[in-house]
């Protein structure tokens, strides 16, 4: 990894938030003190009711929404204090991939896929290299070619996911990944997100799907009213005992 | 864009990537973009006719004040060796610079010269005599004097001599009090039409984001830096502001033969140079007007929703 903004916090975590608290200018507190970290490589569900705070804590971290109080440091970057040039920096640090796929439908699985790495400048041959990579481990090369409309709901999902990942990311998040998605379908792509976590990447998922969280017994960082009210590891989607 | 190293490379790439995503909006959003054109041109051929006029009328102006100073017309019972003493008198009178004799001869051949140009019949032959009398051109240090010298030529002993003084303060207040108004006029035009075009600008412009909005989304989620994502929009204003200068451009060199026709019927001081002024002023005022609000329509569309 090698960026030129100021590298801070703990060097072994990809997110650090301490101490953080957001609140709107209504005077809704959207996120009250709360501090978590999630280490290199980890895998962690985000789990918690609507108006929880999942929204605002990833918000937080793709620096969408600014901290009121506290410290939030994500693949190295103070991002409670970044510059607004300093942002997409951040930014290719980090893949998302939405509920609802956010494909561009005039472009094909490739150029979509592509397109990440297309608008922040990279060369040709390594846009082609990366994007066949992406490809490859999402499983559609095949598909390549088809556009978004040609595709199924775990197709355009896996699409999106390949996007995400193209341009190598440290953390990758995924806000609701299986939302729109049938649950066999569901099943797939979070094989797919463990798959890529198994190469190193650290991943996110915002759910509320409690049987894909309590089967896959990972870390569960539990939010509610916008207070941490949980963080354990191997845990199920609702708290025993 | 602070803490982006862009290398020439990426930046060329980029570019490339802007302006094609720039011509896909255009002809993606074509009604929008028709509409901004269309209003860019009227806006810019009034601001051109504008321009075209002021620069007659300020041609009209220089011409009055350097040519139309105090002419004092002599009585035709002056002789030559009068005159000759008139001169003398005339010159030593403060802010004179210089007195010119016209004889009667020469003033009906002068006149039978500018009929000539102007294209109307020479009827002078039809005279027995000739009714035009002799007089003494007089140019002046400061225009301004004009009054002041004409005072002078009454009070000097010569004075009877003189059949009419006519001095050109009223010419040059004149045409001062219309070229103003003009000015004032034009400028108001100008600004009531570059509002109207600004708003068609940013209109499409807001129609292109909105086009664009998943695009720009995923953009910005994906590490584009703010310029590179704005940089589409801003080609489009800039695009839009080129094609209105170059139509109007186009259609002020075809009608530029009858512009300087009118432009003559209209002051009758010769010479107005319309091409020449189509050609400079004209022309480097209309690109700069057309890009200037091309670009200005751009970013106002663009404040605040791409942060």
């Not at chain 1, 101490?19 to 507190?29: D, E, K, L, R």
């Not at chain 2, 074509?30 to 810019?44: F, H, K, P």
Request: net charge neutral.
């Amino acid at each position: 990894m090698s960026h030129g903004a100021e590298l801070t916090g703990d060097q072994t975590a990809v997110v650090d938030l301490q101490g953080i608290s957001v609140t709107y200018p209504s005077g809704h507190i959207a996120l009250g003190d709360v501090s978590l970290t999630i280490q290199r490589g980890e895998f962690a569900f985000l789990v918690g009711p609507s108006g929880a705070g999942k929204s605002t804590l990833i918000g937080l971290l793709v620096r969408d929404v600014l901290p009121t109080k506290g410290e939030v440091h994500v693949a190295g970057f103070p991002v409670h204090r970044l510059s607004g040039g300093d942002v997409p920096r951040l930014r290719r640090r980090i893949g998302v991939v939405f509920q609802d796929f956010r494909l561009l439908p005039r472009r094909t699985v490739r150029e979509n896929v592509a397109f990440a790495l297309e608008v922040t400048g990279t060369a040709p041959d390594v846009v082609a290299t990366a994007t066949d990579r992406a490809l490859r481990i999402v499983g559609l090369s095949a598909l390549a070619d088809r556009y978004p409309s040609e595709l199924s709901g775990g197709e355009q999902q896996r699409t999106a996911v390949a996007r995400a990942i193209v341009g190598d990311p440290e953390l990758l998040i995924a806000d609701e990944p299986t939302g729109n998605l049938d649950p066999l379908i569901s099943w797939e792509i979070m094989e797919l997100l463990m798959d890529i976590n198994r190469l190193g990447v650290t991943v996110l998922v915002a759910t509320h799907d409690s049987d894909i969280v309590t089967t896959l017994r990972r870390r569960v960082i539990g939010l509610e009213g916008g207070r941490l009210i949980r963080d354990e590891a191997n845990a199920t989607y609702h708290r025993v005992g | 864009m602070s803490g982006q190293q862009t290398n020439p490379s990426q930046r060329s790439r980029l570019i490339r990537l802007s302006i094609s995503a720039a011509a896909n909006g255009l002809s993606r959003n074509r009604l929008a973009t028709i509409a901004a054109t269309t209003t860019m041109t009227l806006m810019l051929m009034v601001l051109a006719s504008v321009l075209v006029i002021r620069a007659g009328l300020d041609a009209a102006l220089s011409y009055a004040d350097s040519k139309i100073e105090v002419v004092a017309y002599l009585k035709s019972s002056v002789t030559e060796g009068e005159a000759r003493s008139i001169q003398v008198q005339i010159e030593a009178i403060d802010g004179v610079k210089e007195a010119t004799f016209v004889s009667a001869d020469d003033a009906l051949a002068a006149f039978k010269l500018r009929l000539k140009e102007r294209g109307e019949p020479d009827l002078t032959g039809n005279l027995g005599v000739n009714p035009l009398p002799a007089s003494y051109e007089i140019a002046l240090d400061n225009p301004a004097d004009t009054g002041r010298v004409a005072d002078g030529l009454s009070s000097i002993s010569a004075a009877s001599s003189f059949t009419r003084i006519i001095d050109g303060r009223a010419l040059a207040e004149n045409l001062v009090a219309i070229t103003g108004a003009l000015r004032i006029v034009g400028l108001i035009i100008v600004i009531g039409f570059s509002l109207a075009v600004l708003a068609v600008v940013v209109n499409a412009i807001r129609l292109a984001i909105l086009a664009r909005s998943d695009e720009i989304a995923i953009m910005r989620i994906v590490g584009a830096s703010a310029t590179w994502v704005r940089l589409p929009f801003i080609l489009e204003g800039l695009a839009i502001g080129a094609a209105g200068a170059l139509i109007t451009l186009f259609i002020f060199g075809i009608l530029s033969a009858s512009i300087g026709a009118i432009m003559l019927n209209l002051f009758r001081v010769l010479p107005v140079q319309t091409s020449a002024i189509l050609a400079g002023q004209v022309s480097l005022s209309v690109i700069a007007a057309g890009l200037g609000l091309g670009a200005l329509g751009a970013l106002l569309s663009l404040r605040g929703r791409l942060n």
